[in-house]
């Protein structure tokens, strides 16, 4: 037998081999497999290509949502996984009786950079996140943000006198801005203060301003790793290191640079993360990169930085979109104060609540964390009864997943839900029991997750969303600038997995969400802008 003849015989056995697995891979998935009965996409069943390919073209949550139009409220949307569109099982896993048995699915590994290093939001084992959070929590509870406050509002600041510069440009062009920059400068800005005390300064300097870009970037790959856990065996960040200068690169060199520039620091200089976590979280054996405190400060930029400006433009464009909103949170937030610097933390900034139900709204309709956060009973779990999700008993080894932004325009909790309408949130404050009441739309609120693994930053994020607003509806009028579509033409002809309405602001989907706009147009309201320019025109 010829080389040539052994090497295609030997072609060919691999190939019948492979092509055997496969059929018996698949044929276990759709005949055999524990979740055989349940509905869903075809291909999902057999592979979890079918969501790898929706999170490739960054639309996986507004596929989700129509597979759940077609499939029902529990389908099968990966060969070992559930997904729901309930609040019963959204809630489910937080329960007392749940929560200690649950804990994020095995995907998570895919966002840790060495095999036994975790950082709070991939960790799976409960005690050592408990620990985790614990230390992570104190830079972020409601007292620590009172001493952060100044330094934020510092921030905030800059911002509106860069909004003043805006409105009192000449031309129409510079008058008119695309708020998703300032709004992801912002949020960059102030989380670098929080986590390091560094000054990132996006939003004076260009320098940093890739930071933004390389954390969408890596999103975008972790969220496809997420979905199709098999890519990960491709290893594209090994390639991308090799890339002088490549976004990854600089990244990491500044966040380096940040941690290096807060160790030379007393630890008491100032009460941000780094105090808080110091004691605790040290170098790795390697040196300072992958060590504890480089693995927390890789996912808490961009937790911190890139969510509340998400929240920020979805709110001012559908502030923009809705006049009669926009003028009902103005008359409250003009009524409360007496000054712009009087707006603070606080009982009066608190009670504000229509500013709060127009925080909501924008974060059920656009919500910065819009995907499936799979979840997996845990492999220390000592009870024997079974998990039970929304009345479903869950077979072992089956993820389990909530979808955000299919929940929050389910129509069972939300009609209606390609409307903006703050009232939602306001209208059942006297029917709290009540299913259609405010209780019964907060339980499939998901903006946050839920439980011991719900958001740390959630008392921050509101803070921040408040006092920004708030400010800046004290200052300036803005509306919607002209020419410009933003979430107009959502609909993509012939398709219908496009976003529910003209009205909605369009996120894309990479784990978290990405977007463009609103763009918008300041005028100065009346001189009350002089406080920001210390009295001068
Ligand atoms: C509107 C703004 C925000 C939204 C919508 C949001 C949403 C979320 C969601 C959905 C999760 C759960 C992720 C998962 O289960 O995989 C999460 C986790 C987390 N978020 Fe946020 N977040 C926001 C702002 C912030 C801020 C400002 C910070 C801190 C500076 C922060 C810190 C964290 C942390 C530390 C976790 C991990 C919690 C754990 O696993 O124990 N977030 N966030």
């Known amino acids: 037998m010829g080389f040539a003849t052994l090497l295609s015989s030997i072609g060919a056995s691999v190939a019948t081999v492979f092509v055997l697995y496969c059929a018996a891979l698949f ?9 055989r009965s349940y509905p869903g996409p075809f291909l ?19 596929v989700t949502r129509r597979d759940h139009l077609k499939y029902g409220p529990v389908m099968r949307y990966g060969p070992n996984r559930l997904v729901f569109n309930s609040a019963a099982a959204f809630r489910g896993w937080p329960m007392p009786m749940h929560s200690e048995r649950v804990t994020k699915s095995e995907v998570y590994r895919v966002t840790q950079q060495l095999e036994n290093v975790y950082n709070v939001f991939n960790v799976r084992d409960r005690a050592e996140h408990r620990l985790k959070r614990k230390l992570i929590g104190r830079a972020v509870t409601e ?12 921030q905030i600041e800059i911002f509106l006198r860069q909004v003043l510069q805006a409105a009192q440009a000449r031309t129409t062009s510079e008058r008119m801005v695309n708020m998703t920059q300032p709004f992801k400068y912002l949020g960059y800005d102030i989380v670098g203060h929080l986590a390091f005390g560094y000054p990132l300064k996006l939003q004076t300097d260009d320098s940093n301003r890739f930071v933004v870009k390389a954390n969408a970037y890596g999103n975008f790959r972790l969220n496809m ?5 098999l890519l990960r065996h491709l290893r594209i960040e090994s390639v991308l290191d090799l890339l002088p200068n490549g976004l990854r690169v600089r990244l990491f060199n500044l966040i380096e640079t940040m941690i290096k520039a807060r160790l030379a620091q007393d630890k008491d200089a100032r009460r941000d993360l780094f105090f ?13 990169r992958l060590g504890n405190l480089w693995t927390e400060a890789i996912f808490f930029l961009p937790a911190g930085g890139d969510t509340t400006s998400t929240a920020l433009a979805s709110l001012f464009f559908y502030l923009s979109r809705n006049p009669v909103c926009y003028a009902k949170l103005c008359d409250e937030i003009r009524t409360t104060f007496r000054s712009g610097a009087d707006i603070r933390g606080g009982p009066q900034l608190a009670g504000c609540s229509y500013l709060r139900a127009c925080i909501d709204e924008a974060l059920r309709m656009s919500p910065p964390v819009p995907g499936t956060l799979w979840r997996q009973l845990a492999y220390d779990d000592p009870h024997t009864e079974p998990w039970v999700v929304d009345g479903h008993v869950i077979p072992s080894g089956t993820e389990v997943g909530v979808n955000i932004y299919a929940l929050h325009h389910n129509e069972e909790y939300f009609p209606d839900p390609f409307s903006f309408k703050p009232e939602r949130w306001l209208a059942a404050n006297d029917d709290r029991g009540g299913e259609s009441g405010k209780a019964g739309i907060h339980n499939a609120f998901a903006a946050f997750s839920a439980g011991p693994r719900g958001c740390a930053g959630k008392a921050m994020a509101y803070l921040e969303a408040s006092l920004v607003t708030a400010r800046t509806l004290w200052y300036f009028d803005f509306e919607a600038a002209p020419g410009r579509a933003d979430g107009k033409g959502a609909r993509t002809r012939g398709r219908t997995d496009g976003h529910g309405s003209e009205g909605e602001f369009r996120l894309y989907d990479v784990f978290i969400s990405i977007h463009n706009g609103p763009h918008l147009a300041f005028r100065t309201r009346g001189d009350y802008y002089r406080e920001l320019t210390g009295g001068e025109l």
């Open 27 to 35: 044929g276990y998935r759709i005949l055999l497999h524990p979740l």
């Open 44 to 62: 999902a069943k057999l592979s979890d290509s079918y969501a790898g390919f929706y999170a490739l073209t960054w639309r996986l949550h507004l």
């Open 143 to 154: 007292q620590s943000m009172r001493s952060f406050e100044p330094t934020m509002t510092a």
């Open 225 to 229: 790793y997420m979905q199709w856990p």
């Open 276 to 288: 808080y976590a110091a004691d605790d979280f040290r170098e790795g054996n390697d040196g300072l």
